[in-house]
């Protein structure tokens, strides 16, 4: 079992940052491929960023490209999700995820293990 606990969400205005983080516990954090997923209100959970164990590659949807930046301290068992111009339409819950089969390609939706979540409101 993997336990995630995400973090760092809150209020910000629009061209504002945040900067998320997910902290496991349990078994072996650099064995997982980890995401990022996020549900708007009314909307269903979308995957917006991925990378694989070593954090060496990463994947990110179009519409977080060149604004978001996942990355992973694998000695922290921490992955992160760095979030810079932020607009209205960021509004959302975000979840990281652990993926057990690392070998799946980046976009996968296969995950095992979730967070709790953490509320991210960008105003205008």
């Known amino acids: 079992q993997v336990q995630l606990i995400d973090s760092g969400g809150g209020l910000v205005q629009a061209g504002g940052s945040l900067r998320l983080s997910c902290t496991a516990s349990?078994?072996?954090?650099?064995?997982?491929?980890m995401g990022w997923f996020r549900q708007p209100p009314g909307k269903e959970r979308d995957l917006i960023a991925a990378?694989?164990?070593?954090?060496?590659?990463?994947y990110y949807v179009d519409s977080v490209k060149g604004r978001f930046t996942i990355s992973r301290d694998n000695a922290k068992n921490t992955v992160y999700l760095q979030m810079n111009s932020l607009k209205p339409e960021d509004t959302a819950v975000y979840y990281c995820?652990?993926?057990?089969?690392?070998?799946?390609?980046?976009?996968?939706?296969?995950?095992?293990?979730w967070g709790q979540g953490t509320q991210v409101t960008v105003s205008s």
């Open positions: 349990g078994r072996t954090f650099g064995n997982y491929a």
């Open positions: 990378l694989n164990r070593s954090g060496g590659r990463t």
């Open positions: 995820a652990a993926r057990s089969k690392w070998y799946a390609p980046l976009e996968s939706l296969e995950y095992n293990y």
